[in-house]
């Protein structure tokens, strides 16, 4: 988040006063976390309507049940783990395999090999202009796997301890850190092809 | 010896300054003198702070107007 963004914003405050009956405070947390639980949300489905459900929901269930928020998390650590629930149940909906889960078992060590070792130019990132930028980071983070995808969002993008990430996702913390490094190792591919200094393609042929 | 097996297994605990002073000094002795491994720690260290903090687009107006009257439609129903 920016630091405007983080402006005037206080979360605990906000929370106590929603759960006190004020409606307008808990329309404030909606709108702070909106953007960010749609983006996890069209993460985890791959499907803008479900999306908008998962979204829906996710805030409908949040207000339903504010008495059962324990101040021990936090509030978006919380909402989170509700989004994420909603969204495997459309999954497992969609799919006729009810087996999805975030838990799936994925190879061991396999695919932390790296092909592509190039070192980057210069702040490589300033080649392209902020809507390439932002699309090479979205089309990067899509082809990662989902579990892959949404450890990576909770604990590189949204910035979560690794605990936090855990208990949102409902994983154990070797679980969380075993694939945040392989999604970290596959981001680092990707960005790669794009960020590699002009000329050591070079190397690729000897 | 660490090999580069070792190092990659490390490499998100050492990039997120997770290990203590001794595994530190191993990993860093392993990458002054392999240069692959080098290259994927500041590769890897630049990917997550290119991400960090990326601002989620702002939700689509008619995604956010729907969602506004669910909600105070279901406040409304509390209410009552
Ligand atoms: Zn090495």
Same mark, same amino acid.
């Given at each position: 988040?920016?630091?405007?963004?983080?402006?005037?914003?206080? !979360?605990?405050?906000?929370?106590?006063?929603?759960?006190?009956?004020?409606?307008?405070?808990?329309?404030?947390?909606?709108?702070?976390?909106?953007?960010?639980?749609?983006?996890?949300?069209?993460? =985890?489905?791959?499907?803008? !309507?479900?999306?908008?459900?998962?979204?829906?929901?996710? #805030?409908?269930? $949040? %207000?339903?049940?504010?008495?059962?928020?324990?101040?021990?998390?936090?509030? &978006?650590? @919380?909402?989170?783990?509700?989004?994420?629930?909603?969204?495997?149940?459309?999954?497992?909906?969609?799919?006729?395999?009810? *087996?999805?889960?975030?838990?799936?078992?994925?190879?061991?060590?396999?695919?932390?090999?790296?092909?592509?070792?190039?070192? @980057?130019?210069?702040?490589?990132?300033?080649? #392209?202009?902020?809507?390439?930028?932002?699309?090479? +980071?979205?089309? *990067?983070?899509?082809?990662?796997?989902?579990? &892959?995808?949404?450890?990576?969002?909770?604990?590189?993008?949204?910035?979560? *301890?690794?605990?936090?990430?855990?208990? $949102?996702?409902?994983?154990?913390?070797?679980?969380?850190?075993?694939?945040?490094?392989?999604?970290?190792?596959?981001?680092?591919?990707?960005?790669?092809? &794009? #960020?590699?200094?002009?000329?050591?393609?070079? #190397?690729? %042929?000897? | 010896?660490?090999?580069?097996?070792?190092?990659?297994?490390?490499?998100?605990?050492?990039?997120?300054?997770? =290990?203590?002073?001794? +595994?530190?000094?191993?990993? !860093?002795?392993?990458?002054?003198?392999?240069?692959?491994? @080098?290259? =994927?720690?500041?590769?890897?260290?630049?990917?997550?702070?290119? &991400?960090?903090?990326?601002?989620?687009?702002? =939700?689509? *107006?008619?995604?956010?107007?729907?969602?506004?009257?669910?909600?105070?439609?279901?406040?409304?129903?509390?209410?009552?």
């Amino acid at each position: 988040m920016t630091a405007s963004s983080q402006a005037g914003f206080d !979360e605990t405050t906000l929370v106590t006063q929603a759960r006190g009956g004020d409606n307008r405070a808990f329309a404030e947390l909606v709108k702070h976390y909106e953007a960010k639980i749609f983006r996890l949300a069209q993460h =985890i489905t791959q499907n803008r !309507e479900d999306a908008e459900d998962v979204l829906q929901e996710t #805030f409908l269930k $949040a %207000y339903e049940h504010l008495d059962q928020f324990q101040g021990n998390s936090k509030f &978006y650590t @919380w909402i989170v783990r509700i989004a994420v629930n909603q969204a495997l149940m459309k999954l497992r909906r969609r799919r006729t395999d009810k *087996s999805v889960s975030l838990d799936e078992t994925i190879d061991t060590g396999e695919d932390t090999v790296t092909r592509e070792v190039a070192a @980057w130019g210069e702040d490589p990132e300033q080649q #392209f202009t902020r809507e390439e930028l932002g699309q090479i +980071l979205d089309a *990067s983070i899509q082809s990662l796997a989902p579990t &892959y995808r949404s450890v990576f969002l909770l604990r590189d993008v949204d910035d979560l *301890s690794t605990e936090e990430t855990a208990e $949102a996702l409902g994983l154990s913390v070797p679980a969380v850190k075993s694939r945040l490094l392989r999604a970290r190792l596959q981001l680092r591919e990707k960005l790669t092809r &794009y #960020f590699k200094r002009k000329g050591d393609d070079t #190397f690729a %042929y000897l | 010896m660490l090999t580069c097996k070792d190092f990659l297994a490390e490499l998100s605990d050492y990039l997120d300054e997770r =290990i203590d002073a001794e +595994l530190r000094a191993k990993l !860093e002795r392993h990458i002054t003198e392999c240069p692959n491994c @080098w290259v =994927i720690a500041d590769t890897t260290r630049k990917t997550i702070q290119i &991400y960090k903090g990326m601002d989620p687009y702002p =939700i689509p *107006s008619e995604v956010e107007t729907r969602l506004m009257l669910a909600l105070e439609k279901r406040m409304a129903a509390k209410q009552k």
